[in-house]
């Protein structure tokens, strides 16, 4: 069974930085798109970074310039480094891959999630 499991939640004050990991463990054959999604109380998750197979990366306008999102294929990890928070980066951070099985059958999966906390 696939699994993607978050790391690098917590507690920052603004104009600080955190760095997020999210691994994928199980039976893959490959991953392709890779991405992190926030979600805070009340609101809808919102796409915040992907990053494709190839390595091309996108990003919500309200992160540009201030997070940075990679990946490691051969861990099969994504990684979000978060720099310059603001108290509205506080959220639950989720992790997204779209996993490739060797029935070449394409599904996503999602994480558990990690808290971001940025006080003012």
């Known amino acids: 069974q696939v699994q993607l499991v978050e790391s690098g939640g917590g507690l920052v004050q603004a104009g600080g930085s955190l760095r997020l990991s999210c691994i994928a463990s199980g039976v893959i054959f490959r991953i392709n798109d890779m991405g992190w999604y926030r979600q805070a109380p009340g609101k809808q998750r919102e796409m915040v970074a992907i990053?494709?197979?190839?390595?091309?990366?996108h990003y919500a306008d309200s992160v540009k310039g201030r997070f940075t999102i990679s990946r490691d294929d051969a861990e099969n990890t994504v990684f979000l480094q978060l720099d310059s928070l603001k108290p509205e980066d506080t959220s639950v951070y989720y992790c997204?891959?779209?996993?490739?099985?060797?029935?070449?059958?394409?599904?996503?999966?999602w994480g558990q999630g990690t808290q971001v906390t940025v006080s003012s």
């Open positions: 997204n891959a779209r996993v490739l099985t060797y029935a070449r059958t394409e599904y996503p999966l």
């Open positions: 990053i494709t197979s190839g390595g091309t990366a």
